[in-house]
């Protein structure tokens, strides 16, 4: 059959909502942007467990850190749907992460920002896995049957990272003033970043217009973003909280909160590795692969002793 044929009947699965499996036919510019997203989607999974995991033995009490510790381990779990469902696309998951630790690889531009006071931690979960929620729950409709399955399992988990992040902002900002100072600067620093990391604006994005041919993406970075706002800005008000956003409004004749201008030189320059704490993720990556080292070698030498 010929490539053209190939590409058509391709193009009409995709148009038919029938998922592409690994072993189907897949154009090569298809399974080269999976790799990209899935990879890069997984790196951000890995490289998201630092600046929370850098609270674990700091929670205020234990059910704070029970809830934390959870939601670190969730993270690593993530990362591992997502390398499984990047290698079906015959990538090696050592490649994979040798372009992470090499600096080769992209991974969520947020995952760049210190962690300063526990309420980030707050601000995290609200924000930041609020908008991953966004764009993941747009995501189990993916046309690539791997990724789509590995979304629906980890959105289930993300609701649950959501909710304990707006606990913690809720108690916060309802306790002393305090309190309520540190969960306001924790938002004023969260909220930007987050509205970054959905991508550039639809006009600026390379990629979108391919991915939505292919379905990959079913809507563009500009759609999911507003979703996110117009979603989040309530929950913030309904806990006294401000955004650090002059030109928000609601906005009746859209339906939709308008809202300032996006810094896209801070969002490329920590794209760029310029961001607050690049070198320091990509150094504690670098480290604990290197730390376990010696388990994936005994590992493997287990696995060989019990193949002879
Ligand atoms: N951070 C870093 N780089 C980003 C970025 C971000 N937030 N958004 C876009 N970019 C990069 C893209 O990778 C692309 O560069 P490349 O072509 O060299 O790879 C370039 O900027 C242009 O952006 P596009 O809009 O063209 O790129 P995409 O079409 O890939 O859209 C995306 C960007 C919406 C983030 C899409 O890649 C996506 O949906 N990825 C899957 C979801 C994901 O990765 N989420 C990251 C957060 S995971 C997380 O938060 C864990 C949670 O448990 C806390």
Redesign the pocket.
């Known amino acids: 059959m010929s490539e053209q044929n190939h590409e058509n009947l391709f193009q009409q699965k995709v148009d038919n909502e029938i998922k592409i499996e690994p072993k189907d036919w897949m154009p090569e510019k298809y399974r080269k ?1 999976l790799i ?3 990879s ?2 997984a790196h ?2 890995i490289v ?1 467990m630092l600046p929370e995991g850098n609270w674990i033995t700091r929670a205020p009490n234990l059910r704070r850190k029970v809830a934390l510790l959870a939601k670190v381990q ?2 690593a779990g ?1 990362g591992v749907y997502l390398y499984s469902a990047c290698e079906t696309l015959g990538i090696d998951r050592t490649e994979l992460l040798d372009q992470l630790h090499t600096g080769k690889a ?6 760049n920002y210190p962690t300063l006071t526990w309420a980030d931690i707050g601000a ?1 979960g609200w924000l ?2 609020g ?2 929620i966004m ?2 729950v ?2 189990q409709r993916t046309s690539y049957g791997p990724y789509s399955r590995a979304m629906v399992r ?1 959105c289930k ?2 609701s649950f ?1 959501n909710r304990q992040g707006f606990e913690i902002m809720t108690v916060l900002a309802r306790g002393t003033p305090d309190q309520k100072q540190m969960a306001q600067d924790a938002l004023n620093r969260w909220w930007w970043p987050s509205l ?5 604006s ?1 006009e ?5 217009a391919e ?1 939505i041919k292919w379905k ?2 079913r809507e563009t ?1 500009d759609e ?1 973003r507003q979703r996110f706002i117009d979603r989040t800005i309530p929950q913030g008000e309904i806990i006294g909280l401000t955004f650090p956003d002059p030109d928000l409004k609601w906005n009746p004749a859209r339906n939709h909160y308008d809202f300032g201008k996006i810094n896209w030189e801070e ?2 320059n ?2 760029k590795g310029n961001g607050p704490c690049n070198r320091e993720r990509l150094q504690a990556r670098v480290k604990a692969n290197e730390d376990g080292k010696w388990v994936r070698e005994a590992a493997a030498a287990f696995a060989a002793k019990k193949a002879n």
């Open positions: 942007q990209r997203q899935i890069q989607h951000s999974e998201g969730d993270e993530h992209k991974y969520s531009n947020i995952f995290v930041v896995d908008a991953a764009n993941q747009m995501l980890i988990e993300e990272h970054m990391m959905f991508g550039p639809d600026n994005s390379p990629n979108t991915l990959v993406k970075n999911v969002f490329y920590v794209v």
